[in-house]
């Protein structure tokens, strides 16, 4: 699997959020981050956020996202908008739900699929969220410690 981008943010923009406005927190894209056993992402918005949380970090498939842009009619959409921590190739994610696997040097626990959510209608196009149904991602804990870097 090979890492194509790397994103972090300070701040939600969705979660919590339903009912309310978009978070205007940025996105960030990051050569590398430190990924902390238990925690998280260092620098991102779950960093922390509970020992056992299920989505410590995110990965999201650049194959998915390029349907996206073609189903959609969006070529100027940003991986960014998913609000994913890592966008990979090389790999069906949901193939390792339910299972750990190693990245890196780092091991992660694969415990769900990344469902997608009703502000997905916003964030790229209308019907995406129905669209992104068993593609939204992966969310994982991180379970030991070390620098996850984009593949160049």
């Known amino acids: ?18 009912g309310k406005p978009a978070g205007e927190n940025p996105i960030v894209e990051v050569p590398e981050v430190e990924c902390v056993q238990d925690y998280g992402l260092k620098g991102d918005r779950f960093y922390g956020y509970r020992p056992d949380y299920k989505g410590q970090i995110t990965f999201f498939d650049e194959n998915v996202f390029e349907e996206v842009r073609r189903e ?19 790999l069906e994610l949901n193939t390792l739900i339910g299972t750990k696997f190693t990245l890196q040097g780092i091991e992660f626990a694969a415990t769900e699929e990344c469902r997608p959510c009703h502000w997905m209608e916003q964030a790229v196009a209308k019907g995406a969220e129905d669209w992104l149904k068993g593609r939204g ?15 160049v």
Request: with cysteine; proline share 6%; hydrophobic share 35%.
């Open 1 to 18: 699997m090979r890492v194509c981008h790397i994103y972090i943010s300070p701040g939600h923009n969705y979660f919590g959020n339903y």
């Open 72 to 90: 959609f009619k969006v070529p100027e959409l940003s991986p960014a908008a998913f609000r994913r921590n890592v966008i990979t190739a090389g």
């Open 137 to 151: 991602g992966l969310r994982c804990r991180i379970l030991s410690t070390g620098v996850l870097r984009r593949d």
